[in-house]
């Protein structure tokens, strides 16, 4: 049974260029969240969605970067025009139903270099 | 914002010593997680805590959630070089699906 799969691992983009990460789920989880780290620091909440919804998007910045779960295929997150300010690891969480009470499964995680 | 304060940063110890952290907010908190993370990989679920005084073991861990809701702490005894990484505490509240994460505390065990 195949964790969260996300990809690509490493990410190197240049500043104002776009960047598409990608997430698959565990089989049978239908709810996606990301999660961006900075270095040395925790991990920040960026965008809780279930299939074609946006649940809550209370911590994705309000310009360059939005999230989507269609019915088929992986989540994505997608950042415009990257600036340095965007490097960071990028996770992946899923479960099976929006409940805390399964917990998170994270992903290896996306890490984005803007240069 | 709710923000949660871990403690230490970073732990250097010896291999076969036991280890204490925590982490406090200002905020209450219905469930409280702990997950250990290593290099270049994602955070992994070591305990979850969903009780107020809850006191919860995995292996050699184990974790309590405070009574006032608004701490956690996690022991891991006689340690072994598997145990290097940093250690994060995770919380959330009731009806919420985002967590709310601390800085970590980065264990290091010479030899």
């Known amino acids: 049974n195949a964790g969260v799969m996300q990809n690509p691992r490493h990410l190197v983009r240049r500043r104002g260029q776009e960047a598409r990460l990608r997430c698959s789920p565990m089989?049978?989880?239908?709810?996606v969240y990301w999660y961006r780290q900075l270095p040395e620091e925790g991990l920040k909440f960026m965008v809780y969605l279930q299939k074609e919804n946006i649940i809550d998007e209370s911590g994705m910045p309000k310009e360059r970067f939005s999230a989507e779960f269609p019915k088929e295929g992986p989540s994505i997150l997608r950042i415009q025009q990257v600036v340095r300010g965007d490097s960071a690891a990028y996770f992946c969480?899923?479960?099976?139903?929006?409940?805390?009470?399964?917990?998170?499964?994270f992903g290896s995680g996306t890490r984005l270099t803007v240069v | 914002g709710q923000q949660l304060n871990q403690s230490p940063q970073s732990m250097f110890i010896q291999e076969g010593e036991d280890v204490s952290m925590n982490c406090t907010s200002s905020?209450?908190?219905?469930?409280w997680l702990w997950y250990k993370q290593d290099p270049g990989e994602g955070p992994v679920l070591l305990i979850a805590l969903y009780k107020a005084g809850e006191l919860t073991s995995n292996g050699r861990l184990t974790a309590q959630f405070g009574i006032t809701r608004k701490d956690s702490f996690l022991n891991i005894s006689a340690s072994i070089p598997s145990d290097v990484g940093i250690y994060f505490c995770a919380a959330a509240i009731q009806g919420a699906q985002k967590l709310v994460f601390g800085q970590g505390t980065r264990l290091t065990i010479n030899p």
């Open positions: 089989k049978g989880h239908s709810h």
């Open positions: 969480a899923s479960s099976p139903q929006g409940t805390l009470n399964y917990g998170y499964t």
């Open positions: 905020s209450i908190f219905n469930t």
